[in-house]
Each structure stands twice: as structure tokens, then as C-alpha cells.
């Protein structure tokens, strides 16, 4: 199935209930109209970070079910699969042989050499502080190999998460088999994970590195030219570079929204959330929530320094169950530009602020993406970060059937359900069509949607001082 215009889940296979016959069951009965798509994070067998450190891409996990399970959805849903296309696992096949035969293995350059990078004499302690690091260490591990040599090899993020030399033969028939193989598989939509960091470059930081980056793009771009499967970069950073890869054509992520839409809900202010929607592509997916944190780096120069800073504070006083500690190294915390919580809890667990974001996204340029547990308005799970240490899982709470059950009975998810519903049958979202974004004072906000022809009109207005909204569906008021 082709990309479509609707809403799409964000969860992990054993979220939704224990598997992915269970997540079919769970989408079939309470959410078949309410989402279009799903992004189904990694299913693949993994060596740790939550999948997303696969051994291999052409098999599925089987505690989470098969290629048939995940087939069955691509019938109903638009799905979109997770490519690392940055790193694989120091326990996969690939690299163990690897570790074996050394120089002798055929995927002996499918990995990036550290010490073969560096021309004799460097890398200098300024080469080293110039890469941008996910580590405050340089990014590589000393591997000893069965042979009883040494080699550094670059390692960007975890432990197990070794990096691909993109340059060579051997990883560009890697890329291309494995995205040839997900797209026969049933993906409309492959979201190429940490792209950014794919290319290595001498005398840059090693982060989004042009031209190259380009060429990565056209060259996976040119890998599904035949397929019915869109690629989507995913980039965490300041905005001017998802931008960039939107002028070249790609749908981009709105990341920057989530702390921008707080900012308005705590301050009562407009006007900054209004000049962000006004400046956003429509080829598009727009995000509250994720598997991760909230992206406070996204926000800079949309908000102010100030305005990034009192969001924050405000999201620590305000927000349930919302500690510093949370996304802190106590907490295994990854990456401290980002704030562990669910949106929901962000919010206070107020049901009416939370409603009013979701309006709010769903009238923003682009297609809403949902994490599952927005979409059942789950606070923030103090028993399962406590049991793990992990500061991401605040915000990964496992349902069972049962406590689905339960959840979808709830006004707000009632609400919810309804919301998205609406933004999926109503063709005023088109996005070859048009948006309006008006600001009555600085602290309301009309946004207008249009189809391309201008016949279907949706409107949402807001006013963040009281917390009153409407909204309208040409001309009449739509109630949820």
C-alpha cells in the first residue's frame, strides 16, 4: 500500500498487546478509522536499544510473530519500517565474522576503521572535538580480533551499535538488498534512522555532511525507484537542516512542534507557534511524541533561548511525575538535549490542554503521527523506569488487551478517537492544498486548511488564555 494522507501510529510490536497479531486485533477493533498508517518500530532481532541495534534486517523477531503478521497490516495500513543506516550490531553476523577473519572477511569494509580514517599523525585533539559527538569520549571501540590484532573501529551511539562505511561496495549492496527486500515486504515508508551520522568526512564534524549526504539520499532514493516505498531521513537538530532535505523533495519530521506547542500552552502566547506553523513544508509528518524524548534542540531560534528555558522549567513544575533526574546519565539518558515524558503528562495529565495540542497538530501542515501511547493519553510510567533505569522508558508503557479496554472508555481518548477520525475523512487536508494562520491577539490563533481547489474549508480556533477552541468544517461547528 501507497503512502496516504492519514494519520499514523507510532509503536513497538509488543506494545499494543504482546505481538502483532494482537496489535491487529487491538487496530481492528478500536482504531481501524481513526489511523491510516503505522510506523512499526524495529521488529528485527536486536541486540539491544529497544530493537533499534539489529542483527539482521531479513527476518522477523519471532516472539513478535512473522513476515506474515506484518504483511496482514501492510494490506490494511500504510506501514512505515525503521532502516539503521548508520550502525549494525557488534552481534551480528556480519560483524562477528568480521571479528574472526578480520581482513580476511567479506564484510571487512561493510564497517568504518577509525585508525584506516586518519592519515598518520591524527586524528589531533581538535579533529577529535570538532566531530559531532552523541559521547562526551571519541566516537570508536578497540575491537581485538580472533587473530590477536587490534583495530578502532567508529562507533557512534551504544556499545553494541557499530557504524557502516557507507563509501564502500560492500555496504551500498548491504543498504540496497535489505531496502529492496522491506519495501517486497509491505513497506510504504522506510525512515532512514541517524542519517545524518552515515557520512564521515576529514575536516568536518561528521554530522550532515554536504555534499555527500546528498548523494547517500539519490543513491537510496535510486535503490526503490521501482518500488511503491518513500524514504523518510530523520534528523534531530536545529531546523534549517530538515528544511534543507525538504527543498530536495523528501518528506522531512516536524520535530521542533512539541516544545513549541508547550510553550504556548504554558504561556498563554501565540505568537511564536503561529510563525513556526506559517514556515513549515506540508510534505510533512508532524510529532508530539515519539519512542523518545521531547526535542528541545529542534526548538532553538523558533523559540528564544528565554522562551526554550521557561518552557523547560515550566515542563518540570507543571508537567506529572516530570524530573530533571529522569534525563539524566542516572537514567541512562542518551542524549541531554531531550526531556523524558509523555506528551500527556507534560500537560499535567489535563485533559483539556492535551485535546487542545492534538487539534492543534492535526491543523498543522502535514500528516499527524500518533505515538500509541498518546493515543491512549498515558502519563508517565514511574514503576517501568524505575525497573529499568532507562529514562526513555518512562514514556513506554507496555498495554495489555485488557487495559486497552479500559483506556479507549475515556472521554479524552473518546475525544481523541473522534479527532483523528475527522482528520482522516475530511479533504480539507489536502496537502497540495493551503493553510491560513491567524492571530486575533497574542494569545489566539485561527488555522484554516483548504483543499487545493478550495471547496473544502476546516478551521480550528484556539485561545490559549481560557483554553476555549472550535472548530469548523465548511462553516459548520464541528464538536468532539
Known amino acids: 500500500?501507497?503512502?496516504?494522507?492519514?494519520?499514523?501510529?507510532?509503536?513497538?510490536?509488543?506494545?499494543?498487546?504482546?505481538?502483532?497479531?494482537?496489535?491487529?486485533?487491538?487496530?481492528?477493533?478500536?482504531?481501524?478509522?481513526?489511523?491510516?498508517?503505522?510506523?512499526?518500530?524495529?521488529?528485527?532481532?536486536?541486540?539491544?536499544?529497544?530493537?533499534?541495534?539489529?542483527?539482521?534486517?531479513?527476518?522477523?523477531?519471532?516472539?513478535?510473530?512473522?513476515?506474515?503478521?506484518?504483511?496482514?497490516?501492510?494490506?490494511?495500513?500504510?506501514?512505515?519500517?525503521?532502516?539503521?543506516?548508520?550502525?549494525?550490531?557488534?552481534?551480528?553476523?556480519?560483524?562477528?565474522?568480521?571479528e574472526a577473519k578480520h581482513d580476511k572477511s567479506k564484510y571487512s569494509d561493510l564497517f568504518l576503521s577509525w585508525d584506516k580514517f586518519w592519515p598518520k599523525g591524527r586524528p589531533t585533539k581538535e579533529?577529535?572535538?570538532?566531530?559531532?559527538?552523541?559521547?562526551?569520549?571519541?566516537?570508536?571501540?578497540?575491537?581485538?580480533?580472533?587473530?590477536?590484532?587490534?583495530?578502532?573501529?567508529?562507533?557512534?551511539?551504544?556499545?553494541?551499535?557499530?557504524?557502516?562505511?557507507?563509501?564502500?561496495?560492500t555496504t551500498q549492496d548491504f543498504i540496497k538488498h535489505n531496502l529492496q527486500n522491506l519495501s517486497k515486504h509491505g513497506a510504504s515508508l522506510i525512515r532512514l534512522d541517524a542519517f545524518a551520522y552515515a557520512i564521515?568526512?576529514?575536516?568536518?564534524?561528521?554530522?550532515?555532511?554536504?555534499?555527500?549526504?546528498?548523494?547517500?539520499?539519490?543513491?537510496?532514493?535510486?535503490?526503490?525507484?521501482?518500488?511503491?516505498?518513500?524514504?523518510?531521513?530523520?534528523?534531530?537538530?536545529?531546523?534549517?537542516?530538515?528544511?534543507?532535505?525538504?527543498?530536495?523533495?523528501?518528506?522531512?519530521?516536524?520535530?521542533?512542534?512539541?516544545?513549541?506547542?508547550?510553550y504556548s500552552l504554558y504561556s498563554g502566547n501565540s505568537t511564536q507557534l503561529a510563525a513556526w506553523l506559517k514556515k513549515c513544508p506540508m510534505k510533512q509528518f508532524t510529532t508530539l511524541d515519539t519512542h523518545d524524548g521531547l526535542g528541545v534542540v529542534d526548538a532553538k531560534d523558533i523559540l528564544t533561548d528565554d522562551q526554550i528555558s521557561y518552557t523547560t522549567n515550566e515542563l518540570y513544575k507543571i508537567g506529572a511525575n516530570v524530573k530533571k533526574k529522569y534525563s539524566s546519565a542516572e537514567y541512562h539518558n542518551l542524549d541531554i538535549y531531550q526531556i523524558n515524558t509523555t506528551y500527556y503528562s507534560a500537560l499535567g495529565n489535563d485533559d483539556k490542554k492535551y485535546f487542545i495540542a492534538r487539534l492543534l497538530q492535526i491543523f498543522a501542515p502535514g500528516i499527524p503521527q500518533i505515538y500509541y501511547v498518546g493515543l491512549l493519553a498515558g502519563e508517565n510510567?514511574?514503576?517501568?523506569?524505575?525497573?529499568?533505569?532507562?529514562?526513555?522508558?518512562?514514556?513506554r508503557h507496555y498495554y495489555d488487551l485488557d487495559e486497552i479496554a479500559e483506556q479507549v472508555q475515556r472521554p479524552v481518548v473518546k475525544s481523541l478517537i473522534k479527532l483523528l477520525e475527522f482528520r482522516n475523512s475530511v479533504p480539507a487536508f489536502d496537502l497540495e492544498g493551503s493553510i491560513k494562520v491567524e492571530t486575533p491577539s497574542e494569545h489566539e490563533i485561527i488555522v484554516t486548511r483548504s483543499n487545493k481547489a478550495g471547496t473544502e474549508v476546516a478551521s480550528t480556533y484556539v485561545d490559549f488564555k481560557n483554553l476555549d477552541y472550535q472548530v469548523k468544517y465548511n462553516d459548520q461547528v464541528f464538536n468532539f
Not at 71 to 88: A, G, P, R, T
Open 127 to 169: 579533529d577529535i572535538d570538532l566531530i559531532y559527538k552523541r559521547k562526551d569520549k571519541a566516537p570508536y571501540q578497540n575491537i581485538k580480533f580472533e587473530d590477536g590484532t587490534h583495530e578502532k573501529m567508529w562507533n557512534t551511539f551504544g556499545p553494541d551499535q557499530m557504524d557502516l562505511d557507507v563509501r564502500t561496495k
Open 200 to 262: 564521515k568526512k576529514l575536516d568536518t564534524n561528521d554530522f550532515f555532511v554536504e555534499p555527500e549526504i546528498w548523494n547517500l539520499l539519490e543513491k537510496v532514493n535510486d535503490y526503490l525507484k521501482d518500488t511503491p516505498t518513500t524514504i523518510l531521513p530523520e534528523i534531530h537538530e536545529h531546523y534549517t537542516m530538515p528544511f534543507k532535505v525538504a527543498e530536495h523533495g523528501y518528506f522531512i519530521y516536524d520535530f521542533a512542534l512539541p516544545m513549541v506547542l508547550l
Open 1 to 98: 500500500m501507497k503512502l496516504q494522507n492519514k494519520a499514523i501510529l507510532i509503536t513497538y510490536p509488543d506494545s499494543l498487546g504482546h505481538n502483532l497479531k494482537d496489535l491487529d486485533h487491538v487496530m481492528d477493533r478500536y482504531f481501524n478509522k481513526t489511523i491510516g498508517g503505522i510506523h512499526l518500530l524495529p521488529f528485527f532481532p536486536s541486540n539491544g536499544d529497544r530493537g533499534f541495534s539489529p542483527t539482521r534486517y531479513d527476518v522477523v523477531e519471532p516472539k513478535f510473530g512473522s513476515w506474515e503478521d506484518v504483511e496482514k497490516l501492510s494490506q490494511k495500513y500504510y506501514l512505515m519500517f525503521d532502516f539503521m543506516i548508520n550502525h549494525l550490531s557488534k552481534k551480528s553476523s556480519y560483524f562477528e565474522d568480521f
Open 381 to 395: 510510567d514511574i514503576q517501568l523506569l524505575e525497573k529499568t533505569k532507562e529514562g526513555r522508558d518512562i514514556n
